[in-house]
């Protein structure tokens, strides 16, 4: 079992540097003294768990509800958990994540370069979703933290809920249910449709859009799609080349497009004229994607017979909270419209969806902080080597360090002294990412890498393991 070598991220992230610091604070689970280093272990051949630090200094925080899955995983490590079911507001969010090694967040929780900064302590964020456009990546990656999320757990989930949406809309049946709540019956054909043989539009082809697509055409309609790259059609669906053809073509248009500046109002008052008169508008993408005063115009005047929402460009916090004209402007405009349907983001809310997501993420992490794997990182370049073995004085240096010319030089003249097994480098933008597995090496000898490798002006995080 490996042990308690602390390389702690201690100092002011103004300056782009984390500390070594080589803790000798032992646990009862994972305790060996620094003076002992390599003396315990195992016999050659089995896989060695490495620590970076003694696990009870792990602090990792959990906001929105993450999943028990992801939870018991990261407790198993013996992490220390501190789990909430909302997100924070700014200023708490800043206060808490000054302490932890790591944060796992859902869609809500802005990790801007605000709060980033504040981070001094963080190696890694977890995004317990799809989305990640709630995080600054690129400010992340040239201060060395990681991110994570799960790419397509929730694809299905959210494939699901607009197939019901479509036949909720097509039927009026939220009108419908709602009269009768109020204690009214009003049996109504007009308007009224099957969806069999109507066109579906789908807006961004990827692991939502295409899952959509079979099953809609499972249930009779014509699918089309527009997407900015260009994509194999599954069943007989077929890719168009313009959104202006999929807006002019299809009865239903459903957004499945990525928070981006360019797909800010991508729907909006000229877009919304392109749509078929009578015709049915979904978005279960972000509340960016859709300019809602245009479509509560375009439903008052009837050229849009109905919409679903699920996403908003600004949500509420918790549960409980209002959805109103304090939130967004036009809040009770939208919630006086008739057939539109309005969901709290729910769209990868699953039982399914959230343990898969919780497992998905929870394991990713633990890869990350005990072996320094970032397959599946969406900001650092994807580095893996094979587990070191339980064989004595062996050792992980990982060095992340901004991507300038000369660099690999220097890290190698550091660990040219050594044995070095195995060794591995890439890198993403302005961010490179090297792990070496280093043999032979003694406590005295990883001080002294590390403290080369922190004098390297290019240096942006350093982290030992064994
Ligand atoms: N409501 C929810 O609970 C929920 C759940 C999961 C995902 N989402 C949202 O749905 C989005 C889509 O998810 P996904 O997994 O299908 O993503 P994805 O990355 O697999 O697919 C997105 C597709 O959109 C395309 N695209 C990008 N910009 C475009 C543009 N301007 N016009 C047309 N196409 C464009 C991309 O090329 C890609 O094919 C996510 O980014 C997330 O924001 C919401
Ligand atoms: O990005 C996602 O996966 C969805 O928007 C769902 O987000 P949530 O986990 O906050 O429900």
Redesign the pocket.
Same mark, same amino acid.
């Given at each position: 079992m490996a042990q308690a070598l602390n390389i702690s991220n201690a100092s002011p992230r103004g300056d782009s540097q984390r500390h070594l610091s080589v803790s000798t604070s032992p646990t009862a689970a994972f305790q060996s003294p620094l003076s002992s280093f390599g003396g315990a272990l195992a016999q050659r051949g089995n896989p060695k768990q490495l620590k970076p630090f003694n696990t009870q200094d792990i602090k990792i925080l959990l906001l929105e509800n993450v999943n028990q899955s992801g939870r018991d995983i990261l407790t198993a490590q013996g992490y220390q958990v501190e789990a909430l079911k909302t997100s924070l507001p700014e200023d708490q969010l800043i206060e808490k994540i000054r302490d932890v090694h790591v944060i796992g967040i859902r869609?809500k929780t802005k990790l801007n370069e605000k709060v980033l900064k504040e981070a001094k302590n963080l190696l890694v964020i977890g995004c317990f979703?799809?989305?990640t456009?709630q995080v600054n990546l690129d400010y992340a990656a040239r201060h060395g933290i990681a991110v994570f999320n799960s790419?397509?757990a929730?694809?299905r989930s959210?494939a699901e809920l607009v197939i019901a949406e479509i036949i909720t809309l097509a039927r009026q049946l939220g009108d419908r249910s709602n009269e009768m709540h109020r204690g009214t019956w009003n049996k109504v054909s007009n308007k009224c449709w099957e969806i069999r043989g109507k066109t579906l539009g789908i807006?961004?082809? %990827?692991?939502?859009?295409s899952q959509l697509s079979v099953l809609a055409e499972a249930m009779g309609m014509n699918v089309i799609y527009?997407?900015?790259?260009s994509?194999m059609a599954l069943g007989t669906a077929r890719q168009v080349p313009t959104?202006q053809t999929l807006l002019n073509e299809a009865d239903f248009v459903t957004l499945?497009?990525?928070?981006?500046p360019?797909?800010k109002n991508?729907i909006s008052a000229a877009q919304l004229a392109e749509m078929k008169d009578g015709s049915y508008l979904i978005n279960?993408?972000?509340g960016t994607v859709v300019d809602i005063p245009a479509l509560i115009n375009a439903m008052r005047s009837g050229k849009i017979a109905g919409a679903a929402l699920?996403?908003f460009p600004t949500e509420p916090r918790a549960n409980g909270d209002y959805f109103n004209n304090e939130l967004n402007s036009w809040g009770e405009d939208l919630r006086s419209v008739n057939n539109i349907i309005l969901t709290p983001?729910?769209? %990868?809310?699953t039982e399914e969806a959230q343990r898969a997501i919780g497992i998905e993420v929870g394991d990713a992490l633990v890869r990350y902080i005990n072996q320094g794997v970032t397959i599946g990182s969406v900001n650092m370049p994807e580095v893996t080597l094979r587990s070191l073995t339980a064989e004595a004085d062996y050792a992980r240096i990982i060095f992340i360090h901004q991507n300038v010319p000369g660099v690999l030089r220097r890290v190698n003249e550091i660990l040219g002294e050594h044995n070095v097994d195995k060794q591995i480098s890439d890198s993403r933008g302005d961010c490179a990412y090297l792990m070496a597995d280093v043999s032979n090496v003694q406590t005295s000898d990883l001080r002294d890498i590390l403290e080369s490798l922190e004098a390297l002006s290019s240096r942006i995080a350093t982290r030992v393991l064994y």
């Open positions: 869609s979703c799809i989305g456009n790419p397509f929730n694809s959210v807006v961004g082809y %990827g692991h939502i859009g527009y997407d900015v790259v994509l959104l499945h497009v990525p928070e981006l360019e797909t991508l279960a993408s972000r699920d996403v983001h729910i769209g %990868g809310s």
